[in-house]
């Protein structure tokens, strides 16, 4: 079967396999991989950027392409309640390229990396038709803070850290080549990671992950591996004005965004409703027993069909 | 200034730090990074594989494509000391792909991480229009066992763990669609690392690399980071009669496989002395005060002048 029949959650249900050393915590599926070492636990996860897809080198500088590199994969070592340490990069680039691209990128690697005191210790050097930036960080988790996609209770309610839907906006005024929209385009350019957002409550939080591919993606993943199901407020999602603005500029509705879309790097995190006193965040939903999404939407609820975005539909 | 001019080793100048941390025990520059981890010492190495560059769809299997992927990466903790543990696979696939493809290759690097007490614990999915494979392997070292770049003295044997040229010629013969030479091809299509070969001896090695890139390269990089020279004696490089067969059949020189082909994934390292007795391997040369590496044929020694694949050159 072609891939992109099989869809990307297709192609991992394929290669999953359940972990056979039992230090192993967190196998295939999850944000990271969670692995005892000695008595401190690892939390270990890679991301890829490739040009034209993750970003375009017409209005990224390689000072952002690095930044971003680094900011992805810190949110996936943060959505699983660690804290990153350690990072390897592995680049393809093209041989007929200037070094000034290698100068802006590590330059904006080792920004993003210093703000979260993570450090570059290695990596790979090759070529390619294509530039790739294929990133390993390695952090570590206190126990009581992890938090995986399979944790999420029924009665659970959902939360967001921040605004969802401006990364692709931005995305889309420039690829129509629309002028202005400063906040939206930011967001898609330097997407940040969030720790700050929710470290002073990690241990309240059940599940977590990372808006990468749009809401409805995220609590899609949280549902299947929880075995649960889940209702979204519409009404509630966090969407700021500017997104709006912008998504009216190319005839969309930024919800469609919020939901579908990606690259927020925001966190979703589902809390108890004895935890919710002690925890922040923009309340959008909550866990349920039955299974399914439901979209709630002007006081109507909905199944929701689409799933956000997929490399490989 | 163009990264073909640059090439690979002025690349790493560019983007080389030293490391801050001071759990941080080797950074960039050697075959992994190392770093302490509570009681223990981590290796941690990543390397890509490139469609068209590292494997060719029309002589390798996905099979072969999975095993190469880990064998190589696998041989890069070996050259530390170490033994690999965990797995993480980045991908990069064509969207139209057959999703056959991704099963052979899990197959392959299933089989061979097995091989070695390998799991694969995660990774990223993404799509590209050249296939890449890019692994990261996490291993262990112990202090005792830890073999660097940097840790080659004066008077230090350098030493072969097996025979060189046969993946270049194996290669060359792909190329030029040359029929028969079973031997150097499977040396292409399947290389392996070779942790058997040294683990018995590892605390008796100062520095050890393993052959990705020619054995001239490999010295190389032994005498710049040890900031020593060497002596390379060409007649007692193991070169098998099947390599040099197959070199005759495209009119080239095994002996220049051997240095400046690449891929055997054999092991070089270096022994003092004292210790020659307690080693097995094939004595292939010296290091020297005297900085350059010469090389030593039917009795005359000249400087070598190459250096071995280089990605960008």
């Known amino acids: 079967m072609k891939l992109n029949k099989l869809g990307e959650s297709g192609i991992i249900k394929m290669i999953y396999q359940k972990p056979k050393d039992k230090n192993i915590l967190v196998g295939i599926g999850d944000d990271a991989a969670v692995v005892k070492i000695g008595k401190k636990i690892g939390v270990i996860t890679t991301d890829t950027l490739v040009e034209g897809d993750h970003f375009n080198l017409s209005y990224f500088t390689p000072e952002q392409v690095g930044m971003k590199a680094i900011e992805i994969n810190v949110s996936d070592i943060v959505s699983m309640g660690g804290a990153p340490k350690y990072a390897l990069v592995s680049l393809a680039l093209r041989k007929e390229m200037d070094s000034r691209f290698i100068d802006g990128l590590y330059k904006g690697m080792r920004k993003a990396a210093e703000k979260y005191g993570v450090e570059i210790i290695g990596g790979n050097l090759t070529h390619a038709n294509q530039i790739m930036i294929d990133i390993d960080l390695i952090g570590f988790v206190k126990k009581q803070n992890l938090s995986l996609r399979s944790d999420a209770k029924p009665g659970d309610f959902i939360l967001v850290s921040g605004d969802l839907g401006a990364s692709t906006a931005g995305l889309k005024l420039f690829l129509k080549r629309i002028k202005g929209h400063s ?83 925001e966190l979703v995190y589902t809390v108890s409703e004895k935890n919710l006193p002690k925890v922040r965040g923009y309340l959008i939903g909550e866990i349920t027993k039955k299974k399914g999404i439901r979209i709630c939407k002007n006081g109507k609820e909905k199944p929701l069909k689409k799933h956000g975005y997929d490399h490989f539909a």
């Open 183 to 265: 906040y939206v385009k930011k967001k898609h350019l330097e997407p940040k990671a969030h720790p700050e957002k929710v470290q002073k409550f990690l241990q309240y939080i059940n599940a977590m992950i990372d808006v990468s591919d749009g809401l409805a993606s995220e609590v899609k993943h949280i549902c299947e591996q929880s075995i649960v199901g889940a209702t979204i407020y519409a009404d509630n999602i966090p969407i700021r004005d500017e997104t709006r603005k912008a998504a009216k500029a190319v005839n969309s509705d930024a919800l469609d965004y919020a939901l579908y879309g990606g690259e927020d790097f």
